[in-house]
């Protein structure tokens, strides 16, 4: 059975930088969608990252060059690297293996 297991979340202060990082139990050489979507407290469900088979990467609006997304196929995983946080980024985020769906990870960015 398929697990992702997403690990890196937490609490950091405004400006300050956290890694998420999602591992997938199975290949994701042939998975042509990863990625990162986030909703945050009475908002709704949005899209952080994605990173497709080909390369290609799409960012969300509000990411304006904080976030780098990158994929390594080697270790069946993604990662997030998320830079200037501020407190709208506060939420929980979901790793995507297209069409599978993490638990979520937690985070909190105080002002």
């Known amino acids: 059975q398929l697990q992702l297991v997403e690990s890196g979340g937490g609490v950091v202060q405004s400006g300050g930088s956290l890694t998420l990082t999602c591992t997938s139990s199975?290949?994701?050489?042939?998975?042509?969608?990863m990625g990162w979507y986030r909703q945050a407290p009475g908002k709704q469900h949005e899209l952080v990252a994605t990173?497709?088979?080909?390369?290609?990467?799409n960012y969300g609006d509000f990411v304006k060059g904080r976030f780098t997304i990158s994929r390594d196929n080697t270790k069946n995983s993604i990662t997030l690297h998320m830079a200037s946080l501020i407190p709208e980024d506060t939420g929980v985020y979901y790793c995507?293996?297209?069409?599978?769906w993490g638990q979520g990870t937690q985070v909190t960015v105080s002002s």
């Open positions: 199975t290949t994701i050489v042939d998975v042509v969608t």
């Open positions: 990173i497709r088979s080909t390369g290609s990467i």
């Open positions: 995507l293996r297209s069409p599978y």
